[in-house]
């Protein structure tokens, strides 16, 4: 195994060599990713890549967003401390450490009962704290209140409205959405009770969610 000191190393230079070259500038993004031990968070089996420029597949047909996109993500929706946020797709657990890292109090939605396991194992040993995993399907869950931030580590391929109406009065969604290379990543602010503006960001790709389906007739 490593010594510490190179992962703490090789977590720097994926932050300033990765994450910092694709515009994400804020320091509390940037000194999250540093901080976060990544390498704690990757299957056994892919532990020499985990600070590699790309997704790591995990059980289950899904993968591990690269570093870059979490570091996108994460300075889009812009996570203040005691906030309250959902994380849609739990994965191995290390979006939702970034979240709590920054502060904020995470709920984390995971279809798979293995990857459950496996995340809720993982912030366990990283002593991760505000974190509550749930095994659940997000497009079959009916949230029991609202929420400062919502993140959805899958995509969509048509935009959702359910996940805009979880969110609290000036609330953000951040969702990439699309069927096929490039998806579109958007931010979703909630101003009002009835009243949601939308913003394009940036062009990706990550895998679909499980289930997720289709709206009929709607125009956002």
């Known amino acids: ?40 968070f990757v299957p056994p089996a ?13 059980p ?14 994460l300075q889009a929706v812009n996570v203040q401390p005691k906030e309250h946020v959902l994380d849609v797709g739990t994965g191995s657990g290390y979006f939702a450490a970034c979240l709590s890292a920054l502060g904020a109090r995470v709920t984390s939605l995971e279809i798979n009962p293995e990857l459950a396991r496996f995340a809720t194992r993982n912030l366990h040993q990283t002593g991760t704290v505000g974190v509550q995993v749930l095994t659940a399907d997000a497009t079959r869950w009916q949230a029991p209140e ?5 993140i959805l580590s899958a995509s969509l391929p ?5 996940y805009q109406y979880w969110l609290k ?5 951040c969702l990439v959405v699309g069927s096929s290379e490039p998806m579109s990543t958007f931010l ?20 679909p969610m ?11």
């Open 60 to 73: 289950g047909g899904q993968s591990m967003l690269a570093p870059k996109l979490v570091g996108r993500l």
């Open 210 to 220: 499980t289930h997720a389906h289709r709206p009929s007739g709607f125009v956002f």
């Open 146 to 150: 609202q929420y400062d931030a919502i």
């Open 46 to 58: 892919f532990s020499s890549s985990a600070f590699a420029d790309s997704a790591i597949p995990l």
């Open 188 to 207: 979703v602010t909630r101003s009002g009770p009835n009243i949601w503006s939308k913003t394009s960001l940036f062009e990706t790709w990550i895998d």
């Open 1 to 40: 195994m490593m010594p510490a000191l190179d992962f703490h190393t090789a977590r720097q230079q994926m932050v300033d060599q990765q994450v910092r070259t694709w515009e994400v500038l804020d320091p509390r993004i940037l000194a999250a990713l540093a901080l976060v031990p990544r390498e704690r």
């Open 169 to 173: 009065p000036g609330g953000r969604l």
């Open 158 to 162: 048509d935009y959702d409205t359910r």
